[in-house]
T-cell receptor, first 114, second 109 residues
Framework: NAGVTQTPKFQVLKTGQSMTLQCAQD?????MYWYRQDPGMGLRLIYY???????DKGEVPNGYNVSRLNKREFSLRLESAAPSQTSVYFC?????????????FGQGTRLTVV | AQRVTQPEKLLSVFKGAPVELKCNYS??????LFWYVQYSRQRLQLLLR?????SIKGFTADLNKGETSFHLKKPFAQEEDSAMYYC???????????WGAGTKLIIKP
Protein backbone atom coordinates (compact mmCIF):
# COMPACT_ATOMS: atom_id res chain seq x y z
CA ASN A 1 0.00 0.00 0.00
CA ALA A 2 1.86 3.07 -1.28
CA GLY A 3 -0.29 5.71 0.44
CA VAL A 4 0.52 9.13 -1.03
CA THR A 5 3.05 9.22 -3.85
CA GLN A 6 4.65 12.41 -5.10
CA THR A 7 6.83 12.88 -8.14
CA PRO A 8 9.46 14.08 -8.66
CA LYS A 9 11.43 14.00 -5.41
CA PHE A 10 13.88 16.66 -6.54
CA GLN A 11 13.72 19.30 -9.26
CA VAL A 12 15.77 22.28 -10.33
CA LEU A 13 14.10 24.85 -12.54
CA LYS A 14 15.25 28.02 -14.17
CA THR A 15 13.26 31.16 -13.51
CA GLY A 16 10.33 31.30 -15.89
CA GLN A 17 10.15 27.58 -16.56
CA SER A 18 6.99 25.65 -15.87
CA MET A 19 6.46 22.29 -14.27
CA THR A 20 3.81 20.09 -12.73
CA LEU A 21 4.18 18.23 -9.47
CA GLN A 22 2.21 15.03 -9.45
CA CYS A 23 0.45 13.46 -6.47
CA ALA A 24 -1.56 10.28 -6.25
CA GLN A 25 -3.15 8.46 -3.32
CA ASP A 26 -4.48 4.94 -3.18
CA UNK A 27 -6.48 5.20 0.03
CA UNK A 28 -9.76 6.27 -1.58
CA UNK A 29 -9.56 9.59 0.26
CA UNK A 30 -11.88 12.40 -0.67
CA UNK A 31 -9.65 15.32 0.28
CA MET A 32 -6.22 16.24 -1.00
CA TYR A 33 -3.85 19.09 -0.22
CA TRP A 34 -0.71 20.81 -1.41
CA TYR A 35 1.57 22.47 1.13
CA ARG A 36 4.88 24.22 0.94
CA GLN A 37 7.45 24.26 3.71
CA ASP A 38 10.08 26.95 4.00
CA PRO A 39 12.92 27.12 6.52
CA GLY A 40 11.78 28.25 9.94
CA MET A 41 8.12 28.15 9.00
CA GLY A 42 5.32 25.71 9.38
CA LEU A 43 3.62 24.08 6.45
CA ARG A 44 1.50 26.53 4.51
CA LEU A 45 -1.48 25.40 2.48
CA ILE A 46 -1.32 26.29 -1.20
CA TYR A 47 -4.50 24.67 -2.51
CA TYR A 48 -6.79 21.91 -1.45
CA UNK A 49 -9.51 19.77 -2.92
CA UNK A 50 -12.22 18.77 -0.50
CA UNK A 51 -13.62 16.26 -2.96
CA UNK A 52 -13.28 15.19 -6.56
CA UNK A 53 -14.24 18.03 -8.84
CA UNK A 54 -13.59 20.85 -6.37
CA UNK A 55 -10.52 22.90 -5.60
CA ASP A 56 -10.02 25.86 -3.28
CA LYS A 57 -7.27 28.31 -2.50
CA GLY A 58 -5.33 27.99 0.67
CA GLU A 59 -3.08 30.48 2.41
CA VAL A 60 -0.51 30.98 -0.37
CA PRO A 61 -2.04 30.19 -3.80
CA ASN A 62 -0.37 32.90 -5.90
CA GLY A 63 1.81 31.52 -8.67
CA TYR A 64 0.23 28.06 -8.58
CA ASN A 65 -2.60 26.19 -10.20
CA VAL A 66 -4.03 22.80 -9.36
CA SER A 67 -6.03 20.09 -11.03
CA ARG A 68 -7.99 17.34 -9.31
CA LEU A 69 -7.77 14.97 -12.20
CA ASN A 70 -9.80 12.25 -10.51
CA LYS A 71 -10.28 10.99 -6.99
CA ARG A 72 -6.72 9.64 -6.85
CA GLU A 73 -4.71 12.43 -8.41
CA PHE A 74 -4.10 16.07 -7.51
CA SER A 75 -1.45 17.96 -9.43
CA LEU A 76 0.23 21.29 -8.71
CA ARG A 77 1.46 23.43 -11.56
CA LEU A 78 3.93 26.28 -11.56
CA GLU A 79 3.36 28.21 -14.78
CA SER A 80 6.35 30.50 -14.50
CA ALA A 81 8.67 29.51 -11.70
CA ALA A 82 10.24 32.17 -9.51
CA PRO A 83 13.07 31.89 -6.97
CA SER A 84 10.52 32.61 -4.23
CA GLN A 85 8.96 29.26 -5.04
CA THR A 86 12.07 27.42 -3.95
CA SER A 87 10.68 25.21 -1.22
CA VAL A 88 9.78 21.71 -0.18
CA TYR A 89 6.33 20.75 -1.40
CA PHE A 90 4.15 18.20 0.31
CA CYS A 91 1.03 16.55 -0.94
CA UNK A 92 -1.39 15.11 1.60
CA UNK A 93 -4.74 13.41 1.66
CA UNK A 94 -7.43 12.69 4.20
CA UNK A 95 -10.69 10.81 4.25
CA UNK A 96 -12.48 14.12 4.47
CA UNK A 97 -11.79 17.65 5.60
CA UNK A 98 -13.77 17.30 8.79
CA UNK A 99 -12.63 17.62 12.33
CA UNK A 100 -10.01 15.05 13.33
CA UNK A 101 -9.52 13.72 9.81
CA UNK A 102 -5.93 12.50 9.85
CA UNK A 103 -3.73 13.79 7.07
CA UNK A 104 -1.44 11.35 5.25
CA PHE A 105 1.60 12.84 3.59
CA GLY A 106 3.79 12.16 0.61
CA GLN A 107 7.55 12.20 0.95
CA GLY A 108 7.90 15.69 -0.43
CA THR A 109 9.41 17.35 -3.47
CA ARG A 110 12.42 19.58 -3.04
CA LEU A 111 12.19 22.29 -5.67
CA THR A 112 14.94 24.80 -6.39
CA VAL A 113 14.34 27.70 -8.76
CA VAL A 114 17.51 29.41 -9.96
CA ALA B 1 -5.54 35.55 13.93
CA GLN B 2 -5.06 31.84 14.28
CA ARG B 3 -1.49 30.93 15.01
CA VAL B 4 0.56 28.05 16.32
CA THR B 5 3.88 28.78 17.96
CA GLN B 6 6.60 26.31 18.74
CA PRO B 7 9.17 28.43 20.52
CA GLU B 8 12.06 25.98 20.29
CA LYS B 9 13.61 25.24 16.92
CA LEU B 10 15.91 22.69 18.50
CA LEU B 11 15.70 20.68 21.69
CA SER B 12 18.47 18.37 22.76
CA VAL B 13 18.17 16.06 25.77
CA PHE B 14 19.93 12.97 27.04
CA LYS B 15 18.44 9.51 26.73
CA GLY B 16 16.32 8.74 29.75
CA ALA B 17 15.64 12.40 30.55
CA PRO B 18 12.15 13.89 30.39
CA VAL B 19 11.12 15.70 27.23
CA GLU B 20 8.70 18.55 26.79
CA LEU B 21 8.10 20.11 23.39
CA LYS B 22 6.19 23.33 23.68
CA CYS B 23 3.23 24.38 21.59
CA ASN B 24 1.15 27.50 22.11
CA TYR B 25 -1.80 28.53 20.02
CA SER B 26 -3.96 31.52 19.31
CA UNK B 27 -7.48 30.64 18.29
CA UNK B 28 -10.86 32.19 18.96
CA UNK B 29 -12.93 29.03 18.76
CA UNK B 30 -12.73 25.65 20.38
CA UNK B 31 -9.35 24.26 19.29
CA UNK B 32 -8.64 20.85 17.84
CA LEU B 33 -4.93 20.15 18.19
CA PHE B 34 -2.54 17.59 16.82
CA TRP B 35 1.07 16.57 17.01
CA TYR B 36 2.72 15.28 13.86
CA VAL B 37 6.21 13.75 13.67
CA GLN B 38 8.72 13.27 10.90
CA TYR B 39 11.48 10.75 11.54
CA SER B 40 14.60 10.86 9.40
CA ARG B 41 13.87 9.81 5.82
CA GLN B 42 10.23 9.11 6.65
CA ARG B 43 7.00 10.90 5.92
CA LEU B 44 5.28 13.33 8.16
CA GLN B 45 2.77 11.34 10.17
CA LEU B 46 0.22 11.86 12.89
CA LEU B 47 1.53 11.21 16.40
CA LEU B 48 -1.50 12.08 18.49
CA ARG B 49 -4.57 14.28 18.66
CA UNK B 50 -5.87 15.91 21.77
CA UNK B 51 -9.44 14.73 21.44
CA UNK B 52 -8.34 11.11 21.66
CA UNK B 53 -6.50 11.70 24.94
CA UNK B 54 -4.17 8.91 23.95
CA SER B 55 -0.57 8.05 24.67
CA ILE B 56 1.47 7.12 21.64
CA LYS B 57 5.05 5.84 21.94
CA GLY B 58 5.02 7.09 25.51
CA PHE B 59 4.11 10.65 24.48
CA THR B 60 1.16 12.53 25.90
CA ALA B 61 -0.17 16.01 25.34
CA ASP B 62 -2.74 17.87 27.39
CA LEU B 63 -4.74 20.78 26.12
CA ASN B 64 -4.56 23.69 28.54
CA LYS B 65 -7.10 26.25 27.43
CA GLY B 66 -6.13 28.70 30.16
CA GLU B 67 -2.54 28.82 28.97
CA THR B 68 -3.50 28.12 25.33
CA SER B 69 -0.93 25.37 25.22
CA PHE B 70 -0.66 21.81 23.97
CA HIS B 71 2.79 20.70 25.08
CA LEU B 72 4.06 17.25 24.15
CA LYS B 73 5.66 15.28 26.95
CA LYS B 74 7.47 12.06 27.51
CA PRO B 75 8.92 11.06 30.89
CA PHE B 76 11.93 9.12 29.58
CA ALA B 77 13.34 9.97 26.17
CA GLN B 78 14.63 7.27 23.86
CA GLU B 79 17.10 7.65 20.99
CA GLU B 80 14.43 6.67 18.47
CA ASP B 81 12.42 9.74 19.50
CA SER B 82 14.85 11.94 17.60
CA ALA B 83 12.76 13.60 14.89
CA MET B 84 11.02 16.80 13.81
CA TYR B 85 7.82 17.46 15.70
CA TYR B 86 5.06 19.72 14.46
CA CYS B 87 2.08 21.03 16.36
CA UNK B 88 -1.02 21.77 14.30
CA UNK B 89 -4.37 23.40 14.94
CA UNK B 90 -7.55 22.62 13.02
CA UNK B 91 -9.47 25.71 11.99
CA UNK B 92 -13.10 24.66 12.34
CA UNK B 93 -14.30 27.32 9.90
CA UNK B 94 -12.69 25.52 6.96
CA UNK B 95 -11.18 22.42 8.62
CA UNK B 96 -7.70 23.35 7.48
CA UNK B 97 -4.61 22.71 9.56
CA UNK B 98 -2.52 25.60 10.82
CA TRP B 99 1.03 24.49 11.51
CA GLY B 100 3.77 25.46 13.88
CA ALA B 101 7.31 25.81 12.52
CA GLY B 102 8.42 22.59 14.14
CA THR B 103 10.93 21.53 16.79
CA LYS B 104 13.86 19.31 16.03
CA LEU B 105 14.33 16.89 18.91
CA ILE B 106 17.72 15.28 19.35
CA ILE B 107 18.17 12.56 21.93
CA LYS B 108 21.78 12.18 22.96
CA PRO B 109 23.03 8.74 24.03
Amino acid sequence: NAGVTQTPKFQVLKTGQSMTLQCAQDMNHNSMYWYRQDPGMGLRLIYYSASEGTTDKGEVPNGYNVSRLNKREFSLRLESAAPSQTSVYFCASSVETGINAEAFFGQGTRLTVV
Amino acid sequence: AQRVTQPEKLLSVFKGAPVELKCNYSYSGSPELFWYVQYSRQRLQLLLRHISRESIKGFTADLNKGETSFHLKKPFAQEEDSAMYYCALRDDSNYQLIWGAGTKLIIKP
